[in-house]
Each structure stands twice: as C-alpha cells, then as structure tokens.
C-alpha cells in the first residue's frame, strides 16, 4: 500500500495499481532471485531445511523491502550491469599498470617521490557517480581522494606526475551513473 501511495503523491497522474505493480515486478524479481542467489553461494548447502530457512528469509527481506517501499529501479540498478563490467575491467586494467608505475617510482635508482594535490573535475551528474569514481582513484595505487567538493575531487598523488596523470585521465567517462 505505501508503494502505491507514494506513487500517487509523487504526481504521476493515475492511480492505478497496475501501473504501480508493474512498475515493481522486475525489480521486485530482481531482487528475489539476487537475494537467492546469494544465499545459494554463501551458504553452499542444499539441505531441505536450510533451503525452506533461505526461502522463508528471502521471502521475508522482500517483503519488508516491498512493505517499506524502498524496490524500485534506482534501488536495483541491473539496468548499469554491462556498462559496470566494461568499468571494472579498465579499472582492473588501471590498478594493474598503477602497479607497475608505483612500483618503479619506489625501486628505482633515482626514484623521486614528491607528493602533489590536484583538483579534478569530472563531468558527472550523480553523487553515485562521483562517489564511484572518487574510490576508484583511492583503489589506484599511488593515489587517494581525500575531498569531494561541489563535483570536484580533491586527489594525493605520490608524485606530481601521478596527480597530473589522474587529471588528465578521462576514467570518469567509463563510470555507469544511475
């Protein structure tokens, strides 16, 4: 019931519970088999006990999910999936050769390490997406995102050339944002 009315208050122009219903079936799935599925992996046993204990909590958690109102596309972006995974593969891609860069920095001969500050400004539109690309940096060796400030990061670099590197990286066109 809470769905339905908040789908009346937020103004969409019906009230009719099949548009409601149908706008929470896919995610509503969605989330039932994800649930399960995490289940299935976690526990590793297929006893008919512990099977009937993990129906009954997942059908318990989307329930309550449901009841509070809180299913909804943004909540269960599957819809971001194929774009997610091309963004962990670069990233993946990124920490690696990172490694690699950080690592010569500090063996190295004449490896300076000078620390440098930049401010980035990615053109992205939701907190999500800064958020996303915010840790990102932080997961790249060499760097760290210490403020995120009206769109722009703040980022620590173990050189000034790292820094300036991550400004000039364009990693943030990869990010899915909601």
């Known amino acids: 019931m809470i769905y339905w009315a908040r789908l009346k208050e937020q103004g969409t122009g019906r009230d ?18 994800l649930l399960v599925a995490l289940w299935l992996i976690l526990s590793g046993h297929f006893e008919p006990l512990l099977l009937a204990i993990g129906a009954f909590s997942v059908g318990g958690v989307v329930a309550l999910c449901l009841r509070l ?61 800064r958020a996303i690309y915010a840790n990102a940096i932080t997961l790249t060796p060499g760097t760290y995102t210490l403020s995120i400030d009206h769109g722009s990061l703040l980022v620590h670099g173990l050189s000034k050339a790292v820094a300036q590197s991550e400004k000039s990286d364009e990693a943030w066109r990869e990010v899915p944002e909601a």
């Not at 009719?16 to 088999?33: E, F, I, Q, S, W």
């Not at 962990?88 to 300076?112: C, E």
């Open 16 to 33: 009719n519970k099949d548009l409601a219903l149908g706008r929470v079936v896919g995610p509503t799935l969605g989330l039932g088999l």
């Open 69 to 129: 109102g809180i299913v909804d596309r943004e909540g269960l972006p599957f819809h971001l999936a194929p774009r997610l995974m091309v963004y962990w593969l670069t990233l993946a891609v990124k920490i690696i050769r990172d490694n690699i860069s950080v690592a010569y920095t500090i063996v190295r001969p004449k490896g300076r390490i000078e620390p440098g500050l930049v401010t980035i400004s990615p053109e992205l539109t939701t907190d999500l997406g």
